[in-house]
């Protein structure tokens, strides 16, 4: 079984600044996904990022990047430049994979950060 | 825009009723889940579906059942609805092969059991 821990409840930042979410992960699976979904009040899940274990190279996505540390287990979540619809839950997600779809796309989740972006 | 819709927003429900949530997604997705959201414990998965009339259960099934009658349409049955099953509970779809893609939800529903 796979477990997911973000250790940290509730995080702020200032706006225009960089901040930086935790996330590690648990697993004897060697092809994997990892995902970055945000939630912000009106509870709607966006998926922010995702990474591919077999892939070296950390994902971008324009404000957002990851430092993903295979061997460490670690995967954290950078916000470059934050802004005020930032503001939200952030959840940390792991995804076994599976040839032909038999991992049917289950997700096991962290339990959260509140990220609150400050004017 | 791709959708999965929720059928309730909030719910208000006694104790020991049978309650029904329902979910469409319009977008053939083969895979579809509910999640329960707690606050400290983030999203934990009740039941899957990857086919018609296939389930599975997740990792907390107890006190649920669910049915999918038809590939669009996924619903949570809490069978008698107790004060520990208040909760968000959120529905969500996403094809074969999803790890190159991604999972879309539902805007969850907040459920309160009295």
């Known amino acids: 079984a796979q477990t997911v821990t973000q250790s940290q409840p509730e995080m702020s930042v200032q706006e225009a600044e960089t901040v930086t979410l935790s996330c590690t992960y648990d697993t004897s699976e060697n092809n994997y996904y990892l995902f970055w979904y945000k939630q912000p009040p009106s509870r709607q899940m966006i998926l922010v990022i995702r990474q591919e274990a077999y892939k070296q190279q950390n994902a971008t996505e324009n404000r957002f990047s990851v430092n993903f540390q295979k061997a460490a287990k670690s995967f954290s979540l950078k916000i470059s430049d934050s802004q005020l619809g930032d503001t939200a839950m952030y959840f940390c997600a792991f995804m076994k994979g599976g040839a032909g779809g038999t991992s049917y796309g289950k997700l096991t989740f962290g339990q959260g950060t509140i990220l609150t972006v400050h004017p | 825009d791709v959708k999965v819709t929720q059928s309730s927003r909030y719910l208000v429900k006694r104790t020991g009723e049978k309650v029904f949530l329902e979910c469409v997604q319009d977008?053939?997705?083969?895979?579809m889940f509910w999640y329960r959201q707690d606050p400290g414990l983030g999203l934990r998965l009740i039941y899957f579906s990857y086919d018609v009339k296939m389930k599975e259960k997740g990792d907390i099934p107890e006190g649920y059942s669910v049915s999918r009658e038809k590939k669009e349409r996924f619903s949570l049955i809490l069978e008698s609805a107790s004060t520990n099953q208040t909760s968000m509970y959120l529905c969500?779809?996403?094809?074969?092969?999803?790890?190159?893609?991604?999972?879309?939800f539902g805007q969850g529903t907040r459920l309160t059991v009295v």
């Open positions: 977008m053939d997705h083969e895979n």
């Open positions: 969500a779809s996403s094809p074969l092969g999803a790890g190159d893609t991604e999972a879309f």
